[in-house]
């Protein structure tokens, strides 16, 4: 499986972008799909995560309100639309896969250990 991230770029504060993530190589037909983010000096840290069956979401606290994550199965790619941008966002982005999906009351797809798959990451840089 090969994960394709793109769509980062510079931004102002308060604007908007849209992350994509699109899977070659198989098929996914259950399994979910994360973002995390590594900010210079930093440890990767996940942002938001959706089940390609189902839709079910997961967002870290901090970007609730403000990224939506979303998949279009027929194109095996999933979205994240980022508004609202704050410096504070700045970071590599990284998609990452597994077969595995997501049910009520788990919690390791917050974890990059969670992941058997994983992008080559692109930059979005917010700037004040």
């Known amino acids: 499986v090969q994960l394709q991230a793109s769509g980062g770029g510079l931004v102002q504060a308060g604007g908007s972008l849209r992350l994509s993530c699109a899977a070659s190589?198989?098929?996914?037909?259950?399994?979910?799909v994360g973002w995390f983010r590594q900010a210079p000096g930093k440890e990767r840290e996940f942002v938001a995560a959706?089940?390609?069956?189902?839709?079910?979401?997961n967002y870290r606290d901090s970007v609730k309100g403000r990224f939506t994550i979303s998949r279009d199965n027929a194109k095996n790619t999933v979205y994240l639309q980022m508004n609202s941008l704050k410096p504070e966002d700045t970071a590599v982005y990284y998609c990452?896969?597994?077969?595995?999906?997501?049910?009520?009351?788990?919690?390791?797809?917050?974890?990059?250990?969670?992941?058997?798959?994983w992008g080559q990451g692109t930059l979005v840089t917010v700037s004040s």
């Open positions: 990452a896969a597994t077969q595995v999906h997501f049910s009520s009351g788990s919690t390791w797809w917050s974890s990059a250990n969670g992941y058997d798959y």
């Open positions: 190589g198989r098929t996914f037909s259950s399994g979910s």
């Open positions: 959706i089940n390609w069956v189902g839709g079910s979401t």
